[in-house]
């Protein structure tokens, strides 16, 4: 899976949600406050996705 197919599958996610999960604001995304709170196993294999194909990129 691509960076950008997951970081689209991800904006949707928060669009549906209403809240914004991760800080991309920095080379490594971070949860937010709202973050935390979401099922940690899901959140957990997407912000290393995210690492993952940074790193790559």
Partial sequence: ???SAVSQ???RLEKELGIS???RESSHPQLT???RFYP????SFTSKTLIIMQNLA
């Fill in 1 to 3: 899976m691509s960076q």
């Fill in 21 to 23: 999960l991760f800080n």
């Fill in 9 to 11: 599958q991800l904006a």
């Fill in 40 to 43: 940690m196993p899901y959140i």
């Fill in 33 to 35: 406050k709202e973050g």
